[in-house]
């Protein structure tokens, strides 16, 4: 009876072993496999989302409206199936839906943890950035617009800067910002809204200002096109305001609007325009203005020393060719030189050296893929089609861009900055005095997605973040 009561408990014993070995080795596993399923998610984030939405989840972290739901369901969907008119491409061949769910809940649980930014509103004060041997400091400007898209200055230091839906602000140094009436009807939907704004060359005297916008089709509800408006500017108002270009043809896409503009020394006003998503139909072609860069006279008028002025069935306003969605445009005044800035695919972000008549190669050269991953071409090179001045593969996501010119940042000096919407950062890219390209650094990282970048009238640089939005003056501490 001992033996057999020993044998028992021995047996019990055992067995309660193999029952917490089991549960130990079960626990594991399942830790295991859900950290592989969080890696493969963020991997898988990072591989198809990132590029357009923050390497961090800032676009959703920060989101207070979801067009197309943000419950795990419609989640789902706009991932799996995409929404080609706003430029969200569908990842049904890329991920089976296991991984797109997995995508899903690792955006959501980033939404639900509120991950912080390294830099915040409240410590920017105290915060300072070492590059070259100068050590620089952010100064807030201002909280109104979410989407700061453009920003300018007049020579008195009145500061001008546009939100994407719909607003334009002038602000005076410590003042509040006043918003400004008399801007045009926008289409604020995906990609569009009210952009870029410039003043004239003799904005002091003339009192002129320009916006770039989306503007629907005035018949049909579902076209939309980029147009350049001006007016005149009188007690917080631009009066006698009209369009004075409109591009051609209008499209059913909400995505790829350009909208840079700057003015040259000779007062010409340069523009540019996205192909709007349609890269098989617009911009290898001439017949219309969609991926191209335009010159044209400050009043709309079109320079009969255009390079395709004369060419029959071209457009007359267009001054390059073979752009994708260029989103930063800056000038090298002392050189005559123009720079522009464009959003690759997945891969091939470009800076560009913008000359009359040229052709830059979209869709027929690139060095990106698709978002999914498919190839769409082989080509990177091609005779009669210009290489880029930078890539950038991966993409960093491009927007905004200025040449420095300004003795505030000696180090800076004859550089070029584009901001990064992917990767929170100012990507600087030294160059010589020849303009060669030579290094880049990553300057204010975290800092927010870089949507406008402009150094102003009174020397210093100024740029604005999306998701929150704020704009910030980078001013050198002594």
């Known amino acids: 009876m001992k033996n057999k009561i020993r044998t028992l408990a021995l047996l019990s014993f055992a067995i309660l072993i193999g029952i917490c070995i089991f549960k130990c080795t079960t626990k594991k596993a399942v830790e295991n496999a859900q950290k592989e399923i969080i890696g493969n998610s963020e991997e898988n984030y990072k591989e198809f989302c990132a590029s357009c939405h923050g390497e961090k989840i800032e676009a959703f972290i920060n989101r207070d409206v979801w067009v197309y739901g943000a419950d795990r369901e419609s989640m789902f969907k706009i991932i799996k199936f995409g929404k080609d008119d706003i430029g969200m491409p569908g990842y049904a061949e890329a991920l089976n839906d296991s991984e797109v769910y997995e995508v899903v809940d690792y955006i959501l649980s980033a939404i ?9 509103s409240g410590e920017n004060d105290d915060i300072t950035f070492v590059s070259e041997g100068m050590k620089l400091k952010l100064e807030l400007i201002s909280e109104v617009a979410d989407s700061p898209w453009g920003i ?13 839906q719909g607003l334009l602000f002038s602000k005076k140094e410590k003042e509040s910002a006043i918003k400004i009436n008399g801007v045009p009807e926008v289409r604020f939907k995906g990609q569009g809204g009210l952009m870029d704004v410039k003043l004239h060359p003799d904005f002091e005297n003339n009192k002129r200002i320009y916006l770039t916008y989306s503007k629907p089709h005035p018949s049909n509800n579902n076209l939309s096109t980029t147009a350049v408006y001006s007016g005149i500017l009188n007690n917080n108002s631009i009066q006698n305001g009209k369009d004075i270009f409109i591009a051609q043809p209008y499209v059913d896409t909400y995505r790829h609007y350009g909208s840079r503009m700057i003015f040259d020394n000779d007062g010409y006003l340069f523009l540019a325009i996205g192909e709007r998503g349609r890269r098989d139909d617009y911009p290898q072609k001439l017949d219309n203005h969609l991926g191209k860069i335009l010159r044209l006279n400050d009043d709309g008028t079109i320079p009969a020393d255009n390079p395709f002025y004369h060419q ?44 009359a008549g040229k052709n ?22 091609k005779e009669g089609m210009e290489q880029p001045e930078h890539y950038w593969v991966p993409s960093i996501a491009v927007c905004g861009m200025d040449f420095v010119s300004s003795n505030k940042y000696p180090k800076w000096k004859g550089d070029i900055l584009s901001g990064s919407l992917k990767f929170d950062y100012i990507n600087r890219n030294d160059l010589s005095a020849s303009g060669e390209f030579l ?40």
């Open 152 to 164: 300018t200055q007049s020579k008195n230091g009145v500061l001008f800067f546009t939100d994407k």
């Open 112 to 120: 639900e943890n509120k991950k912080s930014r390294e830099f915040s």
């Open 360 to 381: 830059y190669g979209w869709p027929v050269i690139t060095y990106g893929i698709n978002y999914v991953g498919t190839k769409i071409t082989d080509l990177t090179h």
């Open 312 to 355: 029959e069935n071209a457009k007359k306003e267009i001054y390059s060719y073979g752009h994708r969605n260029p989103q930063g445009l800056c000038y090298d005044a002392e050189n005559n030189k123009i720079y522009d800035n464009e959003h690759g695919p997945r891969g091939g972000d470009e800076i560009n050296l913008i000359q």
């Open 439 to 478: 290094k880049e650094e990553k300057l204010f990282p975290t800092i927010g997605r870089l949507r406008s970048i402009s150094q102003c009238s009174d020397g210093y640089i100024y740029f604005g973040v999306e998701n929150p939005g704020k704009i910030y003056k980078v001013v050198p501490v002594e």
